[in-house]
T-cell receptor
Framework: RKEVEQDPGPFNVPEGATVAFNCTYS??????FFWYRQDCRKEPKLLMS???SGNEDGRFTAQLNRASQYISLLIRDSKLSDSATYLC???????????FGAGTTVTVRA | DVKVTQSSRYLVKRTGEKVFLECVQD?????MFWYRQDPGLGLRLIYF???????EKGDIPEGYSVSREKKERFSLILESASTNQTSMYLC???????????????FGPGTRLTVL
């Protein structure tokens, strides 16, 4: 089983819609998580950290479900500029290295 | 502003060539990382370094080596390039947090390497 798994999508949504997707992780001892955003042909950039039960930053909400070992990202009022691949990242508790999911692609259409 | 730079955006090499990928960060970060990114596989850690002259293997170190002679510079070396090393290579750096370990990673723009 992969350490971090994501639905690759793509999620195609109209502007203004809400889109949500999950990321599952295999190590129940994992404590820290990130969502990174990667635009086409660009480097990943930190979107938000998820250290406790969840986090909210403007239109973006990340939630952590420890019992089921997944984190989710919800984007409200989608903008065209939200089109990107969203990478789920889990810090491995044994060595603090980062494990990356393969990414979920979101396309927001006008 | 945080900055990580990589020596080349695109590189084409032949099988068997020795390849050097350079990464420089200007944030005085202790930690530096080399990843490769392939479709459907996400980012996979090749090597990382927590200090000058210090290196540790990541998840897929075979066929690669690294060098960190100065704090700001971390080099990835392909001793004898092979076609299966065609990939996007991303360098990253981070500082360290006392209790949670490595902090946010900042990535360079990536080097798209093609081995023919």
């Amino acid at each position: 089983r992969k350490e971090v798994e994501q639905d690759p999508g793509p999620f195609n949504v109209p502007e203004g819609a809400t889109v949500a997707f999950n990321c599952t992780y295999s190590n129940s001892a994992s404590q820290s998580f990130f969502w990174y955003r990667q635009d086409c042909r660009k480097e990943p950039k930190l979107l938000m950290s998820v250290y406790s039960s969840g986090n909210e930053d403007g239109r973006f909400t990340a939630q952590l479900n420890r019992a089921s070992q997944y984190i989710s990202l919800l984007i409200r009022d989608s903008k065209l500029s939200d089109s990107a691949t969203y990478l789920c990242v889990v810090i491995r508790p044994a060595d603090y290295k980062l494990s990356f999911g393969a990414g979920t692609t979101v396309t927001v259409r006008a | 502003d945080v900055k990580v730079t990589q020596s080349s955006r695109y590189l084409v090499k032949r099988t068997g060539e020795k390849v050097f990928l350079e990464c420089v960060q200007d944030m005085d970060h202790e930690n530096m990382f080399w990843y490769r990114q392939d479709p459907g596989l996400g980012l996979r850690l090749i090597y990382f370094s927590y200090d000058v002259k210090m290196k540790e293997k990541g998840d897929i170190p075979e066929g690669y080596s690294v060098s960190r002679e100065k704090k700001e510079r971390f080099s990835l070396i392909l001793e004898s390039a092979s076609t299966n090393q065609t990939s996007m290579y991303l360098c990253a750096s981070s500082s360290s947090h006392e209790t949670r370990g490595p902090d946010t990673q900042y990535f360079g723009p990536g080097t798209r390497l093609t081995v023919l």
